[in-house]
C-alpha cells in the first residue's frame, strides 16, 4: 500500500510565552506544548489524500521530550500509526540534526511515497528541516505548496512565493512542504478520539535507529544557540481622548506633524 | 576553522543581493578576507560592475544554459560545486522563500549549520559568525554562532541598507560547470497582482484587518493612503479566510518599517506585529480598550474606525491644504 508520512514537530504553544523580568530571558518551561500549527495543515492534507487515494499514513516526530499527546490528537484526527524518537541526548540539536534523524527515522520506517511537512514550524520557524530532509533522502523537494494534486507517479503542487505563483511537477517520492492556507484542519470527534487510543505509537530511542549520542545534541550541530532574549518595545503608548471623532482626529494630526511623519 | 576563507553573497534577486554585500562587507573586512558576490546566469559583465560597485572584490560568474531561468536545483547544484572548489567561510544568501529553501538544502550538501532571517550579523572573538534572529513567533530574539563552516546565513529583504555605489577596482571570474536537468518541472509561473510600489518601500503604510467588514470598506483605507502618498497593507485572515488580497503583514508576510503605520481594526497578534514591529510610528484603533496591538503603539485610538478614519482624512485634508 502506497504511505504517506507526515513530519509534526511538537511546538511550545507562543501564545504563552512569558519574559522573566529579573532576566529579560524567555521562559519555556511549563509552557504547554501542542503540534506545530502548519504541520497540522500538513497532517490535513495527508489524511484527504489517504482518504481519497486509500494510502496509508504514518506520522514521525523526533524530541527530546515527552510528545504522545500530540501523537494521540494526529492519530485521532486520521493518521493510522505515530513514530516517536524520543531521546534526552537530542536536547540542542539544530536544524541539521533534526533532520538527519528524521531521515534515519523515515529509513527505519520503510518504504514511502510522500513526505509532508508544515512551511516552518511555529517557534523555530526556519523553513529548514523539510528541504533537507528531502536532500538526505534524495528525493525531490517543494516547498510551500498552497495545492497538491497526486497521480499514481507523480505529484503536482502549487506554490505560493511572494509576488508569483507556481505549479510544479515532480515523480514520487517527493517531498512537500506545506502553507496554512492550503486546508482547514479538521478537529477529531469524540467518537474518533476513543477509536485513536487503539492505534499504535512506536516510540525508539537513538540507539533503535543507529544513531549516537555525539551525532546529535550541540555536539553534532552546525549552529548553536547562545542566549534567547525578549525584545524590549519602547512605544509611547499615548491615549488620544475626545468627545467626538473628529476632535479624536485633530489631535492625532498634530501630533503626527509633531513627530514629522506628516506634511512637509 | 581550516583553510576556508572568504564572505560569499547569493541571492537571485539583485537588490537583495547588494544588500548582501552590505551585510558582508564588515564581516570580510573583520575576518581580513575577500567579499565575493556569486552570480549565476547568462550574460552577467554589466551586473558585475554593479555588484563590484557596491562593495563586491570579486564576482564569481557561472555561465550555463540552464542557468538562465532560475530554478533551485540548478542553482543549489552550482554553488554546492562552487563552495566545495572554493571553501568560502561563511555564505550569506537572500531569504526570499526560494532563498531558504536553497539554503537549506545547501547547508545539507555541505554539512553544515544555517541560521535564517538574520537581522544582526557579527564575528565573534574567535572568528566565528555570530547571528540574532527573531523567534517564538516574534517573542523572541535568539543569538547563535556556528559550530562549522561554512557558515550559512539567509538575510531578508530591507534588512541592511545596500552601499552607495562607487567606482572600485575587483575581479571578475567566470567558471563554467556542467549541472543535471533539475527533478522537479515547472509547469506555470502566474504573476500576483502587482500594486504599483512595494509595501516594504512605502513610508506610510494604512493596514486593516478583520474589523474591516466588507473588502469595499477599503475605499476609506485607499482615500487616506491617497491623502498620505502611503500604501493599504493587512492582516493574514483578510488574504487567506477571506481571499481580498495576495499578500499580508507579519511573521509568515512582508516585513516592514515604515516612517508611520497606521492599523485599523486588528487586534495585534504577535505573528502580525512581528512584520511591523519596526515601525517608526504606530498608530492604532481598535475599538477594544484592551487589545494588544495598543500595547506596541505610539498613538492609541479607542473606537470605531469607521468613524474615526474618515474624520482623520478630513483633518488631514485641512491640514495638508
Ligand atoms: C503560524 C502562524 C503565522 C501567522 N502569520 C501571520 C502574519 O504573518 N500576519 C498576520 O497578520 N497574521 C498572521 N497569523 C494570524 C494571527 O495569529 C492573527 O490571527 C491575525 O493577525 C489576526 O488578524 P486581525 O487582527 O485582522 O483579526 P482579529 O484578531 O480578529 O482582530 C480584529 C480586531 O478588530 C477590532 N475591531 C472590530 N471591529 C472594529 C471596528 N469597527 N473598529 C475598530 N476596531 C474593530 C476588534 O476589536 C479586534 O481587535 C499567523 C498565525 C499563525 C498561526
Ligand atoms: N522535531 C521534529 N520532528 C518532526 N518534524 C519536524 C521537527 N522539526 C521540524 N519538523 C518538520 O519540519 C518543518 C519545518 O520546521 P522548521 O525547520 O523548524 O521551521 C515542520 O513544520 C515539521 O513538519
Redesign the pocket.
Known amino acids: 500500500m502506497p504511505r504517506i508520512i507526515v513530519c509534526l514537530k511538537q511546538s511550545v504553544d507562543v501564545s504563552q510565552l512569558k519574559a522573566d523580568p529579573s532576566t529579560g530571558r524567555l521562559v519555556t518551561a511549563g509552557v504547554s506544548r501542542k503540534i506545530s500549527?502548519?504541520d497540522k495543515n500538513a497532517l490535513e492534507e495527508a489524511i484527504r489524500i489517504k482518504e481519497k487515494n486509500g494510502w496509508e499514513l504514518a506520522t514521525v516526530t523526533v524530541n527530546f521530550e515527552e510528545v504522545k499527546a500530540s501523537i494521540r490528537e494526529a492519530l485521532a484526527m486520521g493518521a493510522d500509526k505515530g513514530f516517536v524518537v524520543l531521546d534526552e541526548a537530542l536536547k540542542g540539536s539544530d536544524t541539521w540534526v533534526t533532520s538527519s534523524v528524521l531521515a534515519k527515522a523515515v529509513g527505519k520506517i520503510g518504504e514511502f511515497d510522500l513526505i509532508l511537512c508544515g512551511e516552518a514550524s511555529?517557534d523555530g520557524f526556519s523553513a529548514q528541516v523539510g528541504p533537507r530532509l528531502g536532500e538526505l533522502l534524495k528525493i525531490p523537494v517543494i516547498t510551500y505548496a498552497r495545492k497538491i494534486n497526486i497521480t499514481q507517479k507523480t505529484v503536482q503542487v502549487e506554490r505560493v512565493l511572494e509576488d508569483q505563483y507556481e505549479t510544479v511537477e515532480a515523480n514520487l517520492p517527493a517531498l512537500v512542504t506545506v502553507t496554512?492556507e492550503i486546508n482547514e484542519p479538521r478537529i477529531p470527534s469524540l467518537m474518533a478520539i476513543m477509536k485513536a487510543s487503539k492505534k499504535e505509537i512506536l516510540t525508539w530511542k537513538l540507539a533503535d535507529i543507529e544513531v549516537s549520542a555525539e551525532e546529535v545534541g550541540e555536539s553534532g550541530s552546525g549552529v548553536r544557540i547562545r542566549d534567547v532574549t525578549v525584545p524590549q518595545v519602547g512605544r509611547k503608548k499615548i491615549r488620544i481622548e475626545g468627545e467626538t471623532a473628529a476632535e479624536i482626529a485633530e489631535k492625532l494630526v498634530k501630533e503626527l506633524v509633531k513627530e514629522g511623519v506628516v506634511g512637509k | 576553522m581550516g583553510e576556508k576563507k572568504g564572505v560569499w553573497a547569493f541571492s537571485e534577486n539583485m537588490e537583495l543581493l547588494k544588500e548582501l554585500l552590505a551585510c558582508g562587507s564588515p564581516l570580510a573586512a573583520k575576518l581580513d578576507t575577500e567579499l565575493s558576490a556569486v552570480l549565476l546566469g547568462g550574460d552577467m559583465k554589466e551586473k558585475a560592475n554593479e555588484l563590484i560597485k557596491h562593495g563586491a572584490d570579486r564576482v564569481l560568474i557561472v555561465d550555463n544554459p540552464n542557468l538562465r531561468a532560475f530554478h533551485i536545483e540548478t542553482c543549489l547544484a552550482a554553488l554546492t560545486k562552487l563552495a566545495k572548489e572554493k571553501n568560502p567561510q561563511i555564505i550569506l544568501i537572500g531569504a526570499t522563500k526560494n532563498g531558504k529553501d536553497l539554503a537549506s538544502r545547501l547547508a545539507t550538501r555541505l554539512q553544515t549549520g544555517c541560521t535564517p532571517d538574520c537581522s544582526q550579523l557579527f564575528v565573534d572573538e574567535e572568528g566565528w559568525l555570530t547571528t540574532k534572529r527573531i523567534v517564538f513567533?516574534g517573542n523572541a530574539i535568539v543569538t547563535a554562532s556556528y559550530l562549522k563552516t561554512p557558515q550559512i546565513a539567509t538575510i531578508p529583504s530591507r534588512t541592511f541598507e545596500k552601499l552607495e555605489p562607487h567606482e572600485r577596482t575587483g575581479n571578475a571570474e567566470k567558471i563554467s560547470m556542467s549541472l543535471e536537468e533539475p527533478k522537479v518541472k515547472i509547469m506555470k509561473i502566474e504573476k500576483m497582482e502587482a500594486t504599483d510600489v512595494k509595501i516594504e518601500d512605502a513610508k506610510i503604510v494604512i493596514c486593516g484587518?478583520?474589523?474591516v467588514e466588507k473588502k469595499e470598506d477599503f475605499s476609506f483605507f485607499k482615500e487616506l493612503a491617497r491623502t498620505l502618498q502611503g500604501q493599504i497593507g493587512n492582516?493574514?485572515?483578510?488574504a487567506e479566510d477571506r481571499k481580498w488580497f495576495s499578500s499580508?503583514?507579519?511573521?509568515?508576510?512582508k516585513k516592514i518599517k515604515p516612517a508611520l503605520y497606521i492599523g485599523?481594526?486588528?487586534?495585534?497578534?504577535i505573528?502580525?506585529v512581528?512584520?511591523m514591529r519596526d515601525s517608526q510610528v504606530v498608530v492604532a484603533?481598535?475599538?477594544?480598550p484592551e487589545?494588544a496591538i495598543f500595547e506596541v503603539a505610539d498613538y492609541i485610538l479607542v473606537?470605531?474606525?469607521?468613524e474615526i478614519l474618515p474624520a482623520i482624512v478630513q483633518e488631514l485634508k485641512k491640514t495638508l491644504n
Do not use: E
Open positions: 500549527d502548519f511555529i496554512k | 513567533s484587518g478583520r474589523g492582516t493574514r485572515p483578510l499580508w503583514v507579519g511573521l509568515s508576510g485599523c481594526g486588528i487586534s495585534g497578534m505573528q502580525h512581528a512584520g484603533i481598535n475599538k477594544d487589545a473606537g470605531d474606525l469607521y
